[in-house]
């Protein structure tokens, strides 16, 4: 299983990136998919997921700006994210999940696209 992570980058506060995690060796559809991210200094985030069934769930930081979506047809899934903010600033992880006592779990990670949100 491998995933790419892209579209990360310098964008001013208020501006917008779209990242995008392209897999290869799973197939997304049936999988839950997720953005994490981890900024210098602290703990990984959920940013957000999406179920093998399509519903969402966000991170607090997340909730009302950012959209987690997947294409089934190129196996991706991305993050469109808006109103952004200097403490968006972080590595971000795409990440294929799997249920483990109720929660859910990275099975498979990403190599992570630096977001950089400038004040």
């Known amino acids: 299983v491998q995933l790419q992570a892209s579209g990360g980058g310098l964008v001013q506060a208020g501006g917008s990136l779209r990242l995008s995690c392209a897999a290869s060796?799973?197939?997304?559809?049936?999988?839950?998919m997720g953005w994490y991210r981890q900024a210098p200094g602290k703990q990984r985030e959920l940013v957000a997921r999406?179920?093998?069934?399509?519903?969402?769930n966000y991170g607090d930081s997340a909730k009302g700006r950012f959209t987690i979506s997947r294409d089934n047809v190129k196996n991706t899934v991305d993050l469109q994210m808006n109103s952004l903010k200097p403490e968006d600033t972080a590595a971000y992880y795409c990440?294929?999940?799997?249920?483990?006592?109720?929660?859910?779990?990275?099975?498979?990670w990403g190599q992570g696209t630096l977001v950089t949100v400038s004040s």
């Open positions: 990440a294929v999940l799997r249920r483990n006592n109720g929660d859910y779990e990275g099975a498979y």
């Open positions: 060796g799973i197939i997304i559809s049936i999988n839950s």
């Open positions: 999406i179920s093998s069934r399509g519903s969402t």
